[in-house]
Protein backbone atom coordinates (compact mmCIF):
# COMPACT_ATOMS: atom_id res chain seq x y z
CA UNK A 1 0.00 0.00 0.00
CA UNK A 2 1.18 3.22 -1.00
CA UNK A 3 3.01 5.77 1.87
CA UNK A 4 0.58 8.86 2.71
CA UNK A 5 2.53 11.72 3.63
CA UNK A 6 -0.28 14.79 3.46
CA UNK A 7 -3.66 14.74 3.95
CA UNK A 8 -4.37 16.33 0.81
CA UNK A 9 -3.15 13.18 -0.59
CA UNK A 10 -6.04 11.06 0.58
CA UNK A 11 -8.96 10.92 -2.25
CA UNK A 12 -11.34 11.24 0.32
CA UNK A 13 -9.73 14.44 1.48
CA UNK A 14 -9.78 15.49 -1.79
CA UNK A 15 -13.56 14.16 -2.47
CA UNK A 16 -14.60 15.98 0.92
CA UNK A 17 -13.39 19.33 -0.70
CA UNK A 18 -15.74 18.85 -3.95
CA UNK A 19 -18.27 19.08 -1.73
CA UNK A 20 -17.75 21.69 0.28
CA UNK A 21 -16.99 23.92 -3.26
CA UNK A 22 -20.52 22.58 -4.07
CA UNK A 23 -21.87 23.89 -1.28
CA UNK A 24 -20.40 27.22 -1.89
CA UNK A 25 -21.59 27.17 -5.37
CA UNK A 26 -25.06 26.32 -4.49
CA UNK A 27 -25.34 29.02 -1.68
CA UNK A 28 -24.66 31.63 -4.21
CA UNK A 29 -28.03 32.03 -5.98
CA UNK A 30 -31.71 31.05 -5.52
CA UNK A 31 -33.69 31.03 -2.14
CA UNK A 32 -31.06 29.25 -0.51
CA UNK A 33 -28.24 32.30 -0.91
CA UNK A 34 -31.27 33.81 1.30
CA UNK A 35 -31.40 31.77 3.93
CA UNK A 36 -28.77 32.30 5.95
CA UNK A 37 -28.90 29.92 8.74
CA UNK A 38 -29.92 27.34 6.14
CA UNK A 39 -26.87 28.41 4.24
CA UNK A 40 -24.20 28.65 6.52
CA UNK A 41 -25.20 25.33 8.40
CA UNK A 42 -24.65 23.48 4.99
CA UNK A 43 -21.45 24.84 4.25
CA UNK A 44 -20.04 24.47 7.98
CA UNK A 45 -21.25 21.03 8.61
CA UNK A 46 -19.32 20.48 4.48
CA UNK A 47 -16.03 21.98 5.86
CA UNK A 48 -16.31 19.75 9.05
CA UNK A 49 -15.83 16.90 6.75
CA UNK A 50 -12.65 17.73 4.82
CA UNK A 51 -11.49 19.72 8.08
CA UNK A 52 -12.02 16.43 10.54
CA UNK A 53 -9.90 14.34 7.78
CA UNK A 54 -7.12 16.88 7.34
CA UNK A 55 -7.00 17.26 11.56
CA UNK A 56 -7.07 13.69 12.50
CA UNK A 57 -4.16 13.18 9.79
CA UNK A 58 -1.65 15.30 11.46
CA UNK A 59 -2.50 14.10 15.17
CA UNK A 60 -0.21 11.87 16.95
CA UNK A 61 -1.15 8.89 16.06
CA UNK A 62 -4.21 6.61 14.33
CA UNK A 63 -6.55 6.28 17.97
CA UNK A 64 -6.97 9.69 17.34
CA UNK A 65 -7.42 9.46 13.31
CA UNK A 66 -10.22 7.27 14.06
CA UNK A 67 -12.11 9.37 16.14
CA UNK A 68 -11.63 12.70 13.68
CA UNK A 69 -12.58 10.08 10.95
CA UNK A 70 -15.56 9.36 12.65
CA UNK A 71 -16.63 12.45 13.78
CA UNK A 72 -16.33 13.55 9.60
CA UNK A 73 -18.31 10.70 8.79
CA UNK A 74 -21.16 11.94 10.98
CA UNK A 75 -20.48 15.52 9.43
CA UNK A 76 -21.27 14.09 5.85
CA UNK A 77 -24.36 12.43 7.24
CA UNK A 78 -25.08 16.07 8.52
CA UNK A 79 -24.53 17.32 4.56
CA UNK A 80 -27.11 14.28 3.36
CA UNK A 81 -29.48 15.40 5.85
CA UNK A 82 -29.69 18.99 4.94
CA UNK A 83 -29.19 17.84 0.62
CA UNK A 84 -32.30 16.31 1.22
CA UNK A 85 -34.34 19.44 3.24
CA UNK A 86 -32.75 21.63 0.59
CA UNK A 87 -34.13 20.06 -2.09
CA UNK A 88 -37.67 19.96 -0.64
CA UNK A 89 -37.74 23.65 0.39
CA UNK A 90 -37.17 24.18 -3.03
CA UNK A 91 -33.21 25.48 -2.29
CA UNK A 92 -31.84 22.38 -4.26
CA UNK A 93 -32.22 20.82 -7.68
CA UNK A 94 -32.80 17.80 -8.33
CA UNK A 95 -29.87 17.17 -10.54
CA UNK A 96 -27.38 18.73 -7.81
CA UNK A 97 -29.76 16.66 -5.08
CA UNK A 98 -28.19 13.42 -6.63
CA UNK A 99 -24.77 14.79 -7.34
CA UNK A 100 -24.00 15.65 -4.03
CA UNK A 101 -25.82 12.58 -2.40
CA UNK A 102 -23.93 10.34 -4.58
CA UNK A 103 -20.56 12.00 -3.44
CA UNK A 104 -21.41 12.01 0.26
CA UNK A 105 -22.50 8.54 0.03
CA UNK A 106 -19.41 7.94 -1.77
CA UNK A 107 -17.19 9.76 1.02
CA UNK A 108 -18.95 7.77 4.01
CA UNK A 109 -18.77 4.63 2.23
CA UNK A 110 -14.93 5.71 2.01
CA UNK A 111 -14.15 7.22 5.67
CA UNK A 112 -16.38 3.44 6.64
CA UNK A 113 -13.55 1.64 5.25
CA UNK A 114 -10.49 3.60 5.64
CA UNK A 115 -11.70 3.50 9.49
CA UNK A 116 -12.04 -0.48 9.55
CA UNK A 117 -8.93 -0.69 7.85
CA UNK A 118 -6.87 1.92 10.51
CA UNK A 119 -8.71 -0.27 13.25
CA UNK A 120 -7.90 -3.89 11.89
CA UNK A 121 -4.24 -2.85 11.45
CA UNK A 122 -3.67 -1.71 15.36
CA UNK A 123 -3.22 -4.12 17.84
CA UNK A 124 -5.86 -4.42 20.55
CA UNK A 125 -5.02 -2.45 24.36
CA UNK A 126 -4.00 -4.94 26.81
CA UNK A 127 -4.81 -5.88 30.35
CA UNK A 128 -2.99 -8.02 33.43
CA UNK A 129 -5.13 -10.99 33.95
CA UNK A 130 -5.24 -13.10 37.17
CA UNK A 131 -2.04 -15.11 35.94
CA UNK A 132 0.03 -11.64 35.90
CA UNK A 133 0.23 -11.48 31.83
CA UNK A 134 -1.87 -9.75 29.54
CA UNK A 135 -5.02 -10.51 27.78
CA UNK A 136 -6.51 -8.71 24.66
CA UNK A 137 -9.11 -6.30 25.86
CA UNK A 138 -12.88 -7.95 24.56
CA UNK A 139 -14.72 -5.27 22.32
CA UNK A 140 -12.17 -2.61 21.60
CA UNK A 141 -10.03 -2.51 18.43
CA UNK A 142 -9.84 1.60 19.34
CA UNK A 143 -6.28 1.71 20.71
CA UNK A 144 -3.65 2.12 17.89
CA UNK A 145 -0.84 4.62 19.23
CA UNK A 146 1.44 2.29 17.94
CA UNK A 147 0.85 1.50 14.31
CA UNK A 148 3.31 3.55 12.20
CA UNK A 149 0.93 6.94 10.53
CA UNK A 150 2.60 6.38 7.34
CA UNK A 151 0.94 3.29 6.39
CA UNK A 152 -2.52 4.90 6.27
CA UNK A 153 -4.45 4.22 2.75
CA UNK A 154 -6.85 6.72 0.88
Known sequence: MPKVLRFEELEVWQAAKVVVLDAY???RTGALARDY????QLQRAAVSVMSNI???FERGGNR?????????????AE??????????LGYIGE???VRVIEELSSIGRQ?????????????LPRRANSRGGCAPV???????EDTDRTDRAS
Open 111 to 123: LGGFIKYLEATAP
Open 54 to 56: AEG
Open 95 to 97: ADR
Open 138 to 144: QGSRRKI
Open 64 to 76: EFIQFLYIAKGSA
Open 79 to 88: VRSLVHIGTE
Open 37 to 40: GFKD
Open 25 to 27: RLG
